[in-house]
């Protein structure tokens, strides 16, 4: 076999760059079974027998039939179809000076809303709220500890740690607290349908427009993709003008 020929079918030399090509093209899911042994020897088999069973169709005189004609004529519309709609937008792009006038245009859309990071404790009864309350106070036991002791909440596990959550993330009972709350200090017993909770805010973060350079991506992303719609919407209406008959 000459090199670079991994097969020859029905007079045709198939080539090792164009089964490699059949490889690169495969959809994404299938290419994660490339790392399985013999999984490549199973693609070239299905590759080879696309070759041999067009060879057969064409011994059979498939490809004088209708349907093969009536089947190429649209795989040919098709094709050219996409090709020019590529050439329609190919000229598309987003410059800076567009992203920072469409972010300056729109500074609500780039706002990050008032967060906050916070612990919490929950409880069943009251009475024990504040009981565990006086301990933390008292410094007879750290919030943290608390948490892990007494906590009926998953997150007690890791201290009571809710993470960062902005409005209307939690309860409205729960919500108003936190947001209300001085950072460092435990409030509560702050009754939810839950339970009794005791709240320590670690961080606020107040509300802010944020910088052109974290959305740049986006923006460009968001004008991009406008732009090849207007650009394949103009295109479309100039060729019905001009091939259109109704």
Partial sequence: MKDGVIAVVAGKEIKQEEFDLFVENLPQDRKAYLQYPGFKERLLDQYLALYTFSAD?????????????????????????????????KNVKVTEEEAKEYYEANPNKFKKEETVQAKHILVEDEDKCTDILNSIVSGEISFEEAAKQHSTCPSGQQGGDLGEFGHGQMVKEFDEAAFAAEPGKVVGPVKTQFGYHLIRVEKKNEAEVQPFEAVKA??????????QNDAYEAKEKELKEKYVEM
């Fill in 57 to 89: 169709a064409v011994e059979q005189g498939l490809d004088k039939t209708e349907e093969f004609a009536r089947i190429l004529e649209n795989t040919r519309r098709d094709i050219l179809a996409q090709l020019a709609m590529r050439e329609a937008v």
């Fill in 218 to 227: 986006t923006i460009v992303n968001t004008l991009f993709q406008k732009k």
